[in-house]
């Protein structure tokens, strides 16, 4: 049977573990959300391949001095909840903002992404991003549409010829 120390240590390690493996971590404040609206947003998080978990904050504190990000201390206050993105550098923020605009008892502390600390707003400002595949469509377009004018001013000439022949 393992002592409550070692059970401590074990609980550091695996959050250090998983700030170090995340692309993005986001630190939420849950109080007032229900069990039915915590329940959807979990399922909403492991459905993305999110990890959101409650963790005790002296524990992640010393996670977090573990692993070097101290600047997270200063949200680790009240009831914390963490999300760890492993696979979308993305996904834990769009989850988490999209989420809290329809329920407003989750509140967004801040989060850490490629290693640097971000604020609440920061946060945001990236949830409010397209995704990959919209990033690469709007770029697309972009690189289609001098082209396209082309092709539209070449027949729009070809046309006004036609009609002065006839």
């Known amino acids: 049977m393992m002592s409550v120390r070692e059970e401590k240590s074990q609980v550091v390690s695996e959050i ?18 229900n ?13 993305a391949g999110v990890d959101f978990k409650v ?5 992640a504190r010393r996670a977090t001095a573990e692993v070097g990000l101290t600047e997270l201390d200063e949200m680790l206050t009240g009831p914390t909840a963490i999300a760890f993105s492993t ?14 605009k329809t329920n407003d008892a989750l509140e967004i502390k801040g989060g850490v992404m490629e290693g640097k600390a971000m604020t609440a707003d920061e946060v945001k400002a990236i949830a409010s991003l397209p995704n ?8 697309l377009s972009v690189l289609q549409a001098p082209m396209r004018n082309f092709a539209l001013a070449v027949k729009a000439v070809g046309d006004q010829k036609e009609g002065q022949e006839a």
């Open 35 to 47: 069990v039915a609206q915590v329940t959807q947003l979990r399922k909403l998080c492991r459905e």
């Open 87 to 100: 696979e979308d550098e993305m996904a834990a923020a769009k989850i988490l903002s999209d989420f809290a």
């Open 16 to 33: 250090a573990e998983k700030l170090r493996a995340s692309k993005s971590t986001v630190l939420t404040d849950y109080r007032g959300l």
């Open 132 to 139: 990959r595949e919209g990033l690469l469509s709007m770029l």
């Open 55 to 59: 963790y005790k904050n002296t524990l």
